[in-house]
């Protein structure tokens, strides 16, 4: 069966800090890998999307990692601000179907 | 200033009562995506339209409908068949199919009692 899951549920870490958010998966086949951010009451904004031939890919203090052999991702996120404050999403598509399988997110909260 | 909008962000709703939800684009996209996010689970893909006057239905079509007669507007109307309407309601598109980055719009809260 298709699914993605995400480690931890949830994150509280201080403002300033580090922090990266796991993803596993067990789609097939792959086509790609997304990870969306997205505030409480708001729709989700994609931060990266990463193909199979891709290990790192950065979008400003954002890095994600894919390691396709071992089926994980994981989402890095440098020094953090509270407006990193929100819910991070994996989503893989499948190869065949093309269909997005979309994890339930990881709760982080950022304090000061 | 280009993007997807939906309105209303809150819609309140007698139970019975049939209710339309708007998603307009203009970032000039040919797919347009409806999604619905319940808490603790993820987003769950209701519709999804390639082209003008075309749709497919997604994994939870059942008491849901749809149009597609622009290329800039993708209504979904929740119907009295949908056993469990309360939701948000999130509406994307994309440049071309479901291989290409998916745009939100800021999604309509409904609430049916």
């Known amino acids: 069966k298709n699914q993605v899951e995400q480690s931890p549920q949830s994150l509280i870490i201080l403002e300033g800090k580090n922090c990266t958010l796991q993803c596993n998966y067990t789609v097939s086949p792959f086509s790609n890998l997304r990870w969306y951010k997205q505030d409480t009451g708001r729709g989700p904004v994609s931060l990266t999307i990463m193909t199979f031939s891709e290990n790192t890919k950065s979008n400003g203090r954002y890095t994600a990692t894919l390691d396709a052999d071992t089926k994980q991702s994981s989402l890095h996120i440098t020094a953090s601000q509270l407006s990193d404050s929100a819910s991070y999403i994996c989503?893989?598509?499948?190869?065949?179907?093309?269909?997005?399988?979309w994890g339930l997110g990881t709760s982080l909260a950022v304090n000061p | 200033d280009g993007g997807i909008t939906q309105s209303p962000k809150y819609l309140f709703r007698k139970e019975g009562q049939n209710v339309t939800l708007s998603c307009e684009q203009n970032?000039?996209?040919?797919?347009m995506y409806w999604y619905r996010q319940d808490p603790g689970q993820g987003l769950r893909l209701i519709y999804y339209?390639?082209?003008?006057?075309?749709?497919q239905k997604g994994d939870i079509a059942e008491g849901y409908s749809v149009s597609r007669e622009k290329k800039e507007s993708f209504p979904l109307t929740v119907t009295s068949a949908q056993k469990n309407p309360t939701a948000f309601y999130l509406c994307a598109s994309s440049i071309g199919d479901g291989s290409y980055e998916q745009y939100f719009g800021p999604g309509t809260r409904l609430t049916v009692t």
């Open positions: 339209s390639q082209i003008v006057n075309d749709f």
């Open positions: 989503v893989v598509r499948t190869g065949n179907n093309r269909k997005l399988i």
């Open positions: 970032l000039n996209h040919d797919a």
